[in-house]
């Protein structure tokens, strides 16, 4: 038991279609992540957002959307994506009290794109 | 920049056999280090962590040490399990920065 939920645990979605990813961590952290892992290739971080605000955001192309209505949950909205983005999309969240905090992830959400 | 660099796999082994995961990083500041395991069709799962210099993080039979000297944080184990197969990742944290950098990982994979 992670601490860490993310909905649904798959998606298959057509190029046009629009969904959304759903992240919730019951830890009380105030951190929260939005990773992207693809075949053969190393975790790319996505978003962070720190107390409800966003604080990092690597060059992600505009049909990924996050949102961050509170410290528990984090949603990823997407639209007109491209089959290059199918990948497994990881959510995280820590507590940032010292300089040494850890992360702790959900499951995943294994996303297709048709 | 900030990196870490870890041994391509798979590593295959059978049970019982000896495991070593080799993970450098960049000597650049005073990173905390983590090992992070991805059991198939799941996400990370943080194994261990050490935080300085001299420091060894252990967690079900898994060991590593922060070695500073020669900047590395190699996972082992004295004896695998068929379990134990999966993906194993090293990660460095900087201080004052709230991201994780990964290696590719590792795939570990223990035949009976």
């Known amino acids: 038991e992670t601490g860490v939920t993310q909905t649904p645990r798959h998606l298959v979605m057509g190029m046009t279609n629009k969904k959304s990813l759903k992240c919730e961590q019951h830890?009380?952290?105030?951190?929260m992540y939005w990773y992207k892992q693809s075949a053969k290739k190393p975790l790319e971080l996505m978003f962070v957002?720190?107390?409800?605000?966003?604080?990092e955001n690597n060059s992600v192309p505009s049909r990924f959307s996050p949102e961050c209505p509170n410290s528990s949950h984090l949603f990823l909205h997407l639209h007109t994506l491209q089959p290059e983005d199918s990948a497994l999309y990881l959510c995280a969240s820590s507590l940032e009290t010292s300089s040494h905090y850890e992360q702790y992830f959900g499951p995943g959400t294994r996303l297709t794109v048709t | 920049g900030n990196s870490v660099t870890q041994m391509e796999g798979p590593v295959t082994l059978s049970e019982e056999a000896f495991l070593t995961i080799n993970c450098t990083y960049t000597a650049t500041g005073y990173p905390s280090l983590f090992w992070y395991v991805q059991y198939p069709g799941e996400g990370l799962q943080l194994l261990l962590k050490?935080?300085?210099?001299?420091d060894k993080g252990s967690n079900k039979g898994f060991e590593a040490t922060y070695r500073k000297e020669t900047t590395s944080f190699h996972l082992e184990k004295g004896s695998v399990q068929v379990s134990d197969s999966a993906v194993y990742f090293c990660a460095r944290l900087d201080s004052g920065y709230s991201t994780l950098t990964f290696g590719k990982g590792t795939m570990l994979l223990v035949s009976p």
């Open positions: 830890l009380g952290h105030n951190a």
């Open positions: 050490a935080t300085k210099a001299d």
């Open positions: 957002y720190s107390l409800e605000e966003r604080v």
